[in-house]
């Protein structure tokens, strides 16, 4: 059986480790990728603000050696769901069973005078050439603001402002800056109200700003403010943009999405046989985040499984992850969180505490040691 794996993220990494574990050389797995590695979401802030060098979070491709798969690196240039056909800027796959785990794409130029005076955090390049612009930083405004929903990993702003506030403490130049962060959620963890209620009480004791239920529209370059959808200004000397999300252009074209984004339900399956969808690309119901990709992915896995082996591949998603969100100050917290589909999501705050780093830790390691085959 051909499967044919689009995207190496959480989502296709988690599949394909899972797929050859079981079968081995018995099923014909393509994974394709346009990048030569993957690299945490969370990594990115821990380059950003000179914690560990890009070298070090970086995971080629390359050193994905498994039974049964081929790591293939193209741009995928069109999908077409009915034949179930992929073409690469490297050739044409035909899969039995496609998955498509292609993640959200970013456009920072869709918020004007972003790219001119601003920065977007959320791409590996433009998370990476913030290091040394933060490291020259005199001081000043800073602030941090989400132009849009949906966005990846809504805990990453929060964790940013509080991470901004001890690099600059650290460089002692915290008492010549404002910190301010800007988001579209009226509480900076919706569905959990015990880690709001932390959060807005570290900010309040770290004087960060909180600007709830806004977004940034556009920023003025020559007079350096960001203009929130209220109409209300923000001065800034420097400015931290999550930028615009969208489905990826490939994705778009192939009539698999509505609305922006692949729908699909529990069982991650798309309205076209055969053709499944998990994670960022996808409007499934859960935040887009890592722990959410995998735990799709997981059971796309069981159902190809139980198919191949003739049994009812009627496995679901139940909603659950496990995000760690770091509080600044050298302690880290877990939300333990659920989203039932179509019901009413419910997360719980553990931490925050500074032996919880050890945890996070283990979370990275353990998946690079399982995608990878190394430690
Ligand atoms: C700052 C930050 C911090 C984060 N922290 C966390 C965290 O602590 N925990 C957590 O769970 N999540 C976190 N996230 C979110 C997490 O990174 C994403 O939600 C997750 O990677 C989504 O997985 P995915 O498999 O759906 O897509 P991705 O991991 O984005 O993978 C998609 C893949 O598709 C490839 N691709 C896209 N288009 C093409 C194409 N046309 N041709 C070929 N290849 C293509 C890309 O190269 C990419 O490798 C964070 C994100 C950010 C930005």
């Not at 925050?352 to 919880?356: I, K």
């Given at each position: 059986m051909r499967i044919v794996i689009l995207g190496a993220g959480f989502g296709g990494l988690e599949l394909t480790t899972r797929l050859s574990a079981e079968f081995g050389e018995a099923l014909d797995i393509t994974l394709i990728d346009r990048s030569d590695g993957f690299v945490f979401g969370f990594a990115k802030l821990d380059v950003m603000f000179g914690r560990t060098p890009a070298a070090a979070v970086h995971h080629p491709y390359a050193d994905i050696v498994k039974p049964g798969v081929r790591f293939v690196r193209s741009a995928v240039r069109s999908i077409d769901p009915e034949q179930r056909r992929v073409v690469t800027d490297d050739g044409t796959f035909d899969a039995d069973i496609m998955v498509v785990a292609l993640g959200a794409d970013l456009d920072p130029a869709a918020t004007p005078g972003l790219v001119e005076a601003g920065h977007e955090f959320y791409s590996e390049a433009g998370a990476f050439a913030l290091q040394p612009v933060l490291d020259s930083f005199p001081g000043g405004h800073v602030v941090i603001a989400v132009t849009s929903t949906p966005f990846k990993c809504p805990p990453a702003p929060s964790e940013t402002a509080l991470l901004m506030h001890d690099f600059l403490t650290r460089r002692q130049i915290r008492d010549r800056s404002t910190i301010s962060l800007v988001m579209p959620l009226p509480r900076p963890i919706p569905p959990s109200p015990d880690t709001s209620a932390v959060l807005l009480e570290v900010f309040a004791e770290r004087g960060i700003d909180w600007h709830p239920s806004r977004t940034l529209t556009q920023i003025v370059p020559d007079r350096k403010v960001a203009q929130l959808d209220d109409g209300a200004e923000l001065p800034f000397d420097l400015l931290l943009a999550v930028p615009r999300h969208r489905v990826p252009q490939v994705v778009a074209e192939s009539g698999l999405a509505e609305d922006g984004w692949i729908p699909v339900d529990y069982t991650l399956r798309t309205r076209f046989p055969d053709v499944f969808a998990v994670g960022d690309v996808t409007s499934v119901g859960t935040p887009k985040a890592g722990v959410f990709a995998e735990g799709q992915a997981t059971v796309v896995a069981e159902q190809i499984i139980a198919r191949v082996r003739g049994q009812a591949a009627d496995q679901e998603y139940d909603g659950h992850g496990v995000c760690y969100l770091e509080f600044g100050d050298g302690r880290i917290g877990k939300v333990d969180i659920t989203f039932p589909y179509g019901g009413t999501p419910a997360g719980r705050l553990i931490g925050?505490?500074?032996?919880?780093f050890a945890d996070k830790k283990e979370f990275g390691t353990d998946r690079v040691a399982r995608w990878f085959g190394r430690g």
């Open positions: 925050p505490s500074a032996e919880l």
